[in-house]
Each structure stands twice: as C-alpha cells, then as structure tokens.
C-alpha cells in the first residue's frame, strides 16, 4: 500500500499537491467522466472534524485505509452540505475517484436518482469492480503504478457507453449560461420536451434540471465571494440573480449557509475545483 511518505514524495505529473494530498489527473480517454483521482492522508493534511462538502453534482467513490482492512464507499450526486470530517480526519490514507456529472452511470448503468444524497458500500453495487479496486488500493506501494492500474480497470470497465446527446447539449448550455437557463428555455433549446430531459438528467445525473442549475449557479457565486474583490451586489449580478437579496437566499437555501458565514468558516467547506 502508498505510505503517507509517499505523497509527500510524489514528483509525476499532478493537477495540484499540497501537504497530504495529491490530485492526479486519470487517462485522457476517462477524462470526459472522471475528474481526477485524489491521494490523501487527512490525518497528515490536517483535515477539520468539522470538514464540510458543499453541494455538488458529482459523485465520489472513497476507498479507506484502515489498520485492518480497506472499506469502501459511493456518495451519490448532493444537494445539500453533508459533513465528512467526524468519519474521515483520522483516516490514514485515502483513494478518491472523482466523477463528472453522468460519470459514474456510465460504469455501472445504476440509475443515479437512486443515490441521490445517499452514500452506501460500493460493494454492495458492483462487487466485481469494487474488489478490482480495492485490490490495487491494498497491494500497490507506488502512486504512479496504481493511477496506472486504475485506468486499466476503469477503461476495462466503461466499454463503449456514452452519455446521451441531448443532456450532453443540455449541460454544456447549462454551464456556459452559468445555470440561468430554465428547463423550458433548455428543452427548446434542444428540441426536447421538459419531461424527457428532466427523466435523463434524473437517470444520469441523479437530480432534475432545476437543482443541477442551481448547484451551478451557487458554485459559480461562491467562487467569486471566495476569490475577492468584488461587492455582493457585483457577484450577484455577475451570478445571474436579481439582487443580493436572491443570492443570499439561494445559498442559504442550498447551501445552508450566507456569503460571510462562507468567509468565516471557509477551511471547513469543500468544494472539489476540477469538478462540479
């Protein structure tokens, strides 16, 4: 197994490395449904116990290490905060596969709306690859050799899906406007009926067009309250909203949280910058 010296000596091709962690980019071929896969020691990296992961449209598969045994677990897509560190800050090591929105569904055909704000054992979803994995994880000492190994068994494993054109068509609008398109100006967009493509989001992605949107939009704010510089009424508009007033409600509503309770606490909340 990777020791928790080895992150900290890990000089191969890497996103972003800092103290406990590294993020690794998988082959290009998985790139359009994986985001990264993510090494991390959370003891070493200082993890809060309070660490929190903001909304999000993606879903993680964890695998950790313990004294005795590996465990593994699938958060499907959030639509609300979920606190993480109680679990994780005393883990030792850590393996997170990072998927893209409709990434997972492509490995496993389970209907995402299924897991939608719910973790569960990956084993119990698809035993055969999560014992693929979880074999690499346990018998692997070198990072670069289990990133290898990895994208063997997960180019092995997604065969010749792909997602459907119409949601393709649909998130890339989604994204570029920001999540300010409504579902009928998307379906027009697209020349599918409402009903159609909310039915393929929920199935690919795990939630309707509306809170897809929303996640984007809330991401979208965030970052620029975190990136400062810029006056509320500034982010707000720049978000899409109609004034302060609707920005601060939409994060509370999704996020639970304001714009300065963001910035006071803003070392407990995670959001993943290379995925949704």
Known sequence: ???????????????MSFRGSVYILPHPALREYISCYMITSPTTAGMHSNQTILPTASTTLVYSAHPRSITSGLRGVNTKPVEIGSYAHNIPLMLLIEFHPAGLFLFTDIEQNLLADYSCAFDDLNPILNNQISRLFEQTADISSLVSKL??????????HAMPDAMSAAMKLILSSGGILSSRQLAAEIFYSEKQLNRIFRRYIGTGIKSFSRIVRTKRALSFIEAGGKSLTCIAEQSGYYDVSHLIRDLKEVCGITPQQYLQKMSIFYSDPYKL
């Not at 020791?3 to 996103?15: D, N, Q, R």
């Open 151 to 160: 994208n063997q068994v997960l180019l092995a494993s997604l065969g010749d």
């Open 1 to 15: 197994m990777i020791s928790t010296e080895s992150i900290e000596h890990y000089k191969g091709p890497a996103l």
